[in-house]
């Protein structure tokens, strides 16, 4: 299903395609880019930003959607293509979104713009276990790692304890989080190997991950370097960010952030996109080892994120600089970044604060104090586009009138790390 409006579109300033939500939407937007959204439901409340000019219902980006997600893409793209006369940008959010681009590569480039990396490169940053193996050709510090498999109980035998578990490939890992990792988060930690091989369903997902050396610090110690790289590697705008609390505490989504100024991530980032060439929007995920100060690389996502949106309110516009890159083949002006400003995702961040709270380390009047502050963005509500937020109180309204009293849960939306249902 397909509701556009070309009035008003030109080939001077085409609309970008954004696969994402509206932490993509909006940095966009507030420079005044035409968006259209390809989205899996109607209900969706990117859809009903202000900034938004249509909208491309698809019928979702997981692996079984994906050929009929990509001919509606086709679709979208062959229109825009022709009636403005030059390829329109796509902006994509997710890994699935990242995944299906990767498998139409080709067929896309006909009518979309976008920069990707190399396919070893592509290939390695989907997959922990080659990525690995990358890493340690291109001489990155990253934990130590076995792989999962037949020779996995051998191979774990020569990591240190305590070990941590992780998915092997980005996408299409929910059954794993079910039943190894109690479902929830991203990875789990076992003290011991004999924890590790134990559990029932070890065996069942063996081949399914990967095990490394847990390095040790909290939520406050995993940094990040975001940057937009052109065709040549060359990196054209970039920022770097810390996480102040996650939910799941261990392993889980962001749900307050910020902005910092810190060389060494910064040096670092740079030195790893430099060794791998890295190229369009990515993200370098680093954790700072508390005994040592040591930074190891966790992962690289190369795609937008829901960083950008912070990046943006602090006049780093990565989406931005990205669009006018693939559009006009020009570098944006960037200022240098003076962190005011933090991202929080309210209802995550309430269940972080319960989670330390139980635990001792977040007292009530240091939370209310961390969102007291009229400077913190949010990841639905917005004082200058506040209809999304109207659409995801309505739909929280109605599934609540549909459920018993105490059961109800918050609605879908889609996550940018993996295109999952979240609350």
């Given at each position: 299903?397909?509701?556009?409006?070309?009035?008003?579109l030109?080939?001077?300033?085409?609309?970008?395609?954004?696969?994402?939500?509206?932490?993509?939407?909006?940095p966009?937007?507030?420079?005044?880019?035409?968006?259209?959204?390809?989205?899996?439901?109607?209900?969706?409340?990117?859809?009903?930003?202000r900034?938004?000019?249509?909208?491309?219902?698809?019928?979702?980006?997981?692996?079984?959607?994906?050929?009929?997600?990509?001919?509606?893409?086709?679709?979208?793209?062959?229109?825009?293509?022709?009636?403005?006369s030059?390829?329109?940008?796509?902006?994509?959010?997710?890994?699935?979104?990242?995944?299906?681009?990767?498998?139409?590569?080709?067929?896309?480039?006909?009518?979309?713009?976008?920069?990707?990396?190399?396919?070893?490169?592509?290939?390695?940053?989907?997959?922990?276990?080659r990525?690995?193996?990358?890493?340690?050709?291109?001489g990155?510090?990253?934990?130590?790692?076995?792989?999962?498999?037949?020779?996995?109980?051998?191979?774990?035998?020569?990591?240190?304890?305590?070990?941590?578990?992780?998915?092997?490939?980005?996408?299409?890992?929910?059954?794993?989080?079910?039943?190894?990792?109690?479902?929830?988060?991203?990875?789990?930690?076992?003290?011991?190997?004999?924890?590790?091989?134990?559990?029932?369903?070890?065996?069942?997902?063996?081949?399914?991950?990967?095990?490394?050396?847990?390095?040790?610090?909290?939520?406050?110690?995993?940094?990040?370097?975001?940057?937009?790289?052109?065709?040549?590697?060359?990196?054209?705008?970039?920022?770097?960010?810390?996480?102040?609390?996650?939910?799941?505490?261990?392993?889980?989504e962001?749900?307050?952030?910020?902005?910092?100024?810190?060389?060494?991530?910064?040096?670092?980032?740079?030195?790893?996109?430099?060794?791998?060439?890295?190229?369009?929007?990515?993200?370098?995920?680093?954790?700072r080892?508390?005994?040592?100060?040591?930074?190891?690389?966790?992962?690289?996502?190369?795609?937008?994120?829901?960083?950008?949106?912070?990046?943006?309110?602090?006049?780093?516009?990565l989406?931005?600089?990205?669009?006018?890159?693939?559009?006009?083949?020009?570098?944006?002006?960037?200022?240098?970044?003076?962190?005011?400003?933090?991202?929080?995702?309210?209802?995550?961040?309430?269940h972080?604060?319960?989670?330390?709270?139980?635990?001792?380390?977040?007292?009530?009047?240091?939370?209310?104090?961390?969102?007291?502050?009229?400077d913190?963005?949010?990841?639905?509500?917005?004082?200058?586009?506040?209809?999304?937020?109207m659409?995801?109180t309505?739909n929280?309204?109605?599934?609540?009138c549909?459920?018993?009293?105490?059961r109800?849960?918050?609605?879908?939306?889609v996550?940018?790390?993996?295109?999952?249902?979240?609350?």
């Amino acid at each position: 299903m397909l509701s556009v409006s070309f009035e008003g579109l030109t080939g001077r300033r085409p609309p970008a395609v954004v696969l994402g939500d509206l932490c993509l939407v909006r940095p966009l937007g507030m420079v005044g880019i035409p968006l259209i959204v390809a989205a899996s439901h109607a209900g969706d409340e990117v859809l009903r930003s202000r900034h938004v000019r249509g909208g491309c219902l698809v019928p979702g980006f997981e692996e079984e959607h994906q050929s009929a997600s990509a001919g509606a893409l086709l679709d979208l793209g062959r229109k825009l293509h022709e009636r403005l006369s030059c390829k329109v940008p796509l902006i994509y959010g997710s890994d699935d979104h990242l995944d299906l681009i990767y498998r139409y590569r080709r067929e896309l480039s006909e009518h979309y713009l976008f920069t990707l990396n190399d396919e070893p490169v592509a290939l390695a940053l989907h997959d922990k276990e080659r990525f690995y193996e990358l890493a340690l050709a291109k001489g990155i510090r990253v934990p130590r790692t076995c792989k999962g498999g037949l020779d996995i109980a051998s191979g774990i035998a020569a990591l240190r304890e305590p070990l941590l578990v992780k998915p092997r490939r980005k996408t299409d890992w929910h059954g794993l989080q079910q039943q190894l990792f109690q479902g929830k988060g991203k990875a789990r930690v076992f003290a011991t190997r004999e924890e590790l091989l134990r559990h029932p369903a070890f065996e069942r997902y063996r081949d399914e991950l990967i095990v490394q050396e847990l390095i040790r610090g909290d939520a406050r110690d995993l940094v990040s370097f975001h940057a937009y790289a052109g065709e040549d590697g060359e990196i054209l705008a970039s920022f770097c960010g810390r996480k102040v609390r996650t939910w799941p505490q261990f392993a889980g989504e962001s749900s307050f952030i910020e902005l910092t100024t810190d060389a060494e991530v910064d040096a670092a980032g740079r030195e790893i996109a430099a060794k791998l060439g890295l190229k369009g929007p990515f993200k370098i995920d680093l954790i700072r080892d508390a005994p040592s100060g040591a930074l190891y690389v966790l992962e690289i996502n190369a795609r937008f994120n829901l960083w950008h949106y912070l990046g943006a309110a602090h006049g780093v516009n990565l989406p931005e600089v990205a669009y006018e890159h693939l559009v006009h083949g020009r570098r944006t002006p960037s200022r240098a970044v003076a962190p005011t400003r933090r991202w929080l995702d309210l209802y995550r961040d309430y269940h972080a604060f319960r989670e330390q709270r139980s635990g001792g380390s977040l007292s009530v009047s240091q939370w209310l104090s961390s969102l007291a502050s009229p400077d913190n963005i949010y990841g639905i509500f917005a004082w200058d586009d506040p209809v999304p937020f109207m659409q995801w109180t309505g739909n929280f309204i109605a599934k609540a009138c549909r459920q018993r009293p105490g059961r109800a849960d918050l609605p879908a939306q889609v996550d940018h790390k993996t295109v999952k249902r979240r609350p």
